[in-house]
Structure formats: C-alpha cells, structure tokens
Nanobody
Framework: QVQLVESGGGSVEAGGSLRLSCAAS????????MAWYRQPPGKEREGIAT???????DYVDSVKGRFPISKDNANNRLLLQIYSLKPDDTAMYYC?????????????????????WGKGTLVTISS
C-alpha cells in the first residue's frame, strides 16, 4: 500500500493560484496511474486529472488548461499547479494511486477505482 499525504491547500482570492503536492511513501515512477480528485461542499467526489507512468495526462473540461498535473519522481511527489482559481474550485482535493496495471485516464477511474488515497487538502476560493 502506498501512503499518500496531500499539502498546499489554503484560502485564496479568485484569480489566484496554488500548488498542491502529494507525498508518496514509496517510488511513484512505476505507479500505473495517479490522479487528483476534488469534492466540493455538498457534492460528490470527482476525478479531475490523471497522469500515467509515461507522463500522459488527461483532464476534465472544467480544469483543462488551468490545472496542470505532473510527477516529481525523484522526490516521490504528485503535483497539481492550479491557476486562475474560481469560487467553484472550492473543494477538498485528494490524490490517489492505482498500482494495478489497468491503464489510466479519466474514463478508467470509475470503472477500476484507485488503490490508495490521501486524506485531502482543503482549497477555499473567495470572490
């Protein structure tokens, strides 16, 4: 099991930016799929970005172009740089990992699920 710990959340004004980090307890370079999810208040959790072990990425339309996902394999960290924040981006943000070799991409998230989860970091945007 991979232990995941998110950090970097906070309260910012609309238009601002943040960088979320997810520290993993072991080497992530060979992890099949890593993802960021978010859960706005009163809503269901949604996968917003994925990255596979070749660096291929996939994004939900609402964050495409604003939330680049990346991996720092040397330091075992998953990153999410978030720009141009909007009040609708207010949510708890989670990172997750899939070690099973079942591919990656947003379309695989609900079908196969993820193996390991962090506890989340809260992002609050004020208008």
């Amino acid at each position: 099991q991979v232990q995941l710990v998110e950090s970097g959340g906070g309260s910012v004004e609309a238009g601002g930016s943040l960088r979320l980090s997810c520290a993993a307890s072991e080497y992530i370079g060979s992890v099949t799929c890593m993802a960021w999810y978010r859960q706005p208040p009163g809503k269901e959790r949604e996968g917003i970005a994925t990255i596979d072990n070749d660096g291929n990425t996939d994004y939900v339309d609402s964050v495409k172009g604003r939330f680049p996902i990346s991996k720092d394999n040397a330091n075992n960290r998953l990153l999410l740089q978030i720009y141009s924040l909007k009040p609708d981006d207010t949510a708890m943000y989670y990172c997750a990992a899939r070690r099973r070799r079942l591919g990656c991409g947003l379309s695989t998230l609900s079908y196969y699920g993820m193996d390991d989860w962090g506890k989340g970091t809260l992002v609050t945007i004020s208008s």
